[in-house]
């Protein structure tokens, strides 16, 4: 694994994309920090912060196979700049509403919407692209590299922006994010053409017919190869209850640890992060083949995180001990499920089957956000860890039944 990591660093091109993604995941946690906060100062409500994620899932659903679609036929650096370049645009005109002390729901909820569309086209992209730049052998570790990146950056910046918050007006985080996108789409421009082996690259428009054909080649793959899917649903299936945690649970769980002060969410996220940076360091060092029980084994990590934090107002130091245990869970599933994919889908559906499993994702994630709108936004905090980590429990529970059941068929067959 390390010769690996060191033949990774030395590619120019996987040099360019780690660069990109980390200015990227810098802005991320800039934007994304400070729309919960002022969102949660302005609204006091977990049916506003529930609402907030269904307009971005909303859009997955709808242009995440055409941006799979357009991954597996056009260049994927000439999507991923288009979308950073477009998603500058917004983080802009959210920073300036902010600051002018614009409240109305709307408004968020419609860019949201943009940030949703322009993201569907480009993580299919990049997921392209990874697998066009880096030898198959060094999948795994690549995958490691950027997930670990992308944890570090959690840990990192949540504390930073806490600072920076404190001392600037929370519109600027917005201004920051766009410099960020910037910068990424500065170093995607300098990938240059991405060579593409044994698929079909067009320049023209694609027809809806074209995009139908695509599409079903796509699901036609999924369907024969019973393993994958069960991979991604497993992978995604738990996010039915993430989700909500997450947008309702940790914002809520800080206000009241902090009694307002909004340095506390920044340092639990932080520990989250950290966690997630001790799963992807685990996880480069993993020799694995078995996707499906690695994958489990993360979400079971999450649930115990979460049945801890149900003690987490009365126990502060177990809050975020118990915050950074459910980070850990985070990289063993994710890296994993994009490897299976990057791995055992066909070059020509590779765009397709990931924006199959973002839909899942979505799906699993939009479900969790219109329950916590509705009904979950509602309960306490305790009794909502709680009900999401024993969820965790069952599926887990499930998830290794039906891996034994399906490693004693392989044997039994092997056998006859």
Known sequence: MGVESSALWKNRSFLLLWLAQLTANIGDQCYSFALLWYLLQATQSGTALSLLAIPEMAAGLLFYLIGGVLADRYNPRSL?????????????????????????????????????????????????ALKAIVPIEQLSSSNAILDTTFRTVRIAAPMTIGVIAARVPLSTLFFINAFAYLLSACFLYALG??????????????????????????????????????????????????????NVGFPFLANEMGQGDSSMLAVLIGFYGIGNLLGSL????????????????????????????????????????????????GPLIGIPTVTAIQTKAADSNTGKIYALNMLMFTGFSMLSSSMGALWLGTWPVKELFFASGLFLAIMCALGLALERKARQDKHQSFSA
Not at 205 to 226: F, M, P, V, W
Request: glycine share 10%; net charge positive; with cysteine.
């Open 80 to 128: 991923m700049v288009g979308a950073d370049l477009a998603r500058i645009s917004v983080a802009v005109l959210v920073g300036i509403m902010t600051a002018l002390g614009v409240k109305q729901f709307a408004f968020f909820l419609a860019a949201q919407f943009l940030i949703g569309v322009f993201s569907s086209l480009f993580h299919p992209a990049r997921t392209v």
């Open 193 to 246: 053409k991405i060579p593409r082996s044994g698929q079909e690259t067009v320049t023209s428009r694609l027809s809806a017919g074209q995009y139908i054909r695509d599409i079903g080649y796509g699901l036609k793959e999924l369907q024969t190869n019973r393993l994958l899917f069960v991979i991604l649903l497993f992978s995604n299936m738990g996010f039915l209850v993430w989700q909500v945690c997450w």
């Open 282 to 329: 685990f996880m480069a060092r993993l020799q694995y083949q078995r996707h499906l029980l690695v994958i489990i084994a993360g979400w079971l990590v999450q649930a115990v995180g979460f049945l801890l934090l149900t003690q987490g107002l009365a126990l502060h130091w177990l809050a975020f001990l118990a915050a950074a245990i459910a980070g850990v869970g």
